[in-house]
């Protein structure tokens, strides 16, 4: 894609306004959160209650830089030279912000302003070479764009699993199309729109903040496994393309997306995907979906001793441990 072709999509695509919602900690969780820890016992602590909110997006883009602007920028970073193209796309866009919150001016995720582009700390475990740029955000600093100014690759990076992260290309059109297959992601009208009399069941979305991204071998195995197993909770699929599905609904910007990696391992067996479910009776669909298409038994619905709220225990076609959880209020 060209930096043309990208302000001709932009310019082309009209707001749109939906409904979502967010999850409001109560304080027992904020005090939780304050005092840090284990991560599990926040996504899924209950003392939380939801709103609605109407959320506007559009793709926002910003101005171009004068080339005095790029080169005093250049001055002050010596170690990392901008490929040619990338200043050619500078000069007409810089930042770029699919499916942008109106309120804020950012997406879920996006090309970050030069401004504020940052140089990433070498870390040879990680494959993050000397002079690389980060060029990108994330809401929740899942994964991020960077560019390697010593060869002129950008390569996107997977900070739940660093052996997941892709190399995306060496030209500014590799770059514009992977960064356009991501915001495709985040298309409000690919959310499913349920019914309001099922406001009620909207406690079956998982206690995460934002996305989480989960990689498989097998999309179409996993895809059969989570359609029935999320189907239970209240979730369908949200949107899907040629190496990736998600699941949401309309009412909630939370989900989940799987990916297709050519590398995947199991989840660490002390980090399950957690889900909350809207009944007991939720919890006891999901196992039986779960076992119906792929999962293995893991821990049969009940209430568990240690925490004492009602769950069941399952593990996906690949090995990730998968829960369901209800707490009795």
Same mark, same amino acid.
């Given at each position: ?14 707001? !749109?306004? @939906? ?6 900690? /109560? ?9 840090? /820890? ?25 101005? #171009? ?41 950012? #997406?879920?995720? *996006?090309? %970050? &302003? ?17 002079? =690389? ?11 991020? @764009?960077?560019?390697?100014? =010593? ?16 190399? !995306?290309?060496?030209? @500014?059109?590799?770059?514009? $199309?992977?960064?356009?297959?991501? /915001? ?13 009399? %099922? ?34 909770? *209240?979730?369908?699929?949200?949107? =899907?393309?040629?190496?990736?599905? *998600? ?47 792929? #999962?293995?038994?893991? #821990?049969? &619905? ?16 690949? /090995? ?7 707490? $009795?209020?």
């Amino acid at each position: 894609m060209t930096p043309e072709r990208l302000l001709e999509l932009v310019r082309a695509q009209t707001p !749109i306004t @939906v409904t979502h919602e967010v999850s409001i900690p /109560g304080p027992e969780l904020r005090a939780l959160i304050a005092r840090g /820890g284990p991560l599990m016992p926040m996504l899924v602590h209950p003392d939380r209650r939801y709103e609605l909110k109407n959320r506007t997006s559009a793709h926002l883009v910003g101005p #171009g830089l004068s080339a005095e602007t790029i080169a005093e920028w250049q001055s002050r970073h010596p170690s990392t030279p901008l490929p040619a193209d990338l200043v050619a796309l500078l000069r007409q866009i810089d930042g770029i912000h699919l499916w942008a919150d109106l309120d804020t001016g950012r #997406g879920w995720s *996006g090309i %970050r &302003p030069l401004a504020e582009w940052q140089v990433a700390e070498a870390n040879a475990k990680f494959g993050i070479p000397q002079n =690389t740029l980060v060029l990108s955000y994330h809401d929740n600093g899942a994964d991020d @764009v960077h560019l390697d100014a =010593t060869n002129g690759i950008y390569t996107w990076y997977d900070h739940l699993s660093f052996s997941d992260s892709e190399r !995306i290309g060496s030209t @500014v059109s590799a770059l514009l $199309d992977y960064v356009w297959k991501l /915001g495709a992601q985040n298309d409000p009208r690919a959310l499913i729109d349920f019914p309001r009399e %099922r406001s009620d069941a909207l406690a079956a979305q998982f206690s995460l903040q934002d996305a989480l991204s989960l990689g498989v071998l097998s999309l179409p195995v996993a895809a059969t496994f989570y359609d029935a197993a999320l189907g239970a909770l *209240g979730f369908a699929r949200a949107w =899907t393309s040629e190496n990736a599905i *998600g699941y949401g609904t309309k009412a909630s910007e939370r989900r989940l997306a799987i990916k297709q990696r050519p590398r995947s391992r199991p989840a660490q067996p002390d980090y399950p995907l957690a889900f909350i479910a809207p009944s007991r009776a939720a919890v006891d669909a999901f196992y039986t979906a779960a076992l119906r298409h792929g #999962g293995v038994d893991a #821990g049969e &619905p009940g209430i568990r001793p240690t925490t004492g709220h009602y769950g069941a225990s399952v593990r996906d076609p690949e /090995g990730h441990l998968v829960e369901a959880v209800f707490h $009795d209020r």
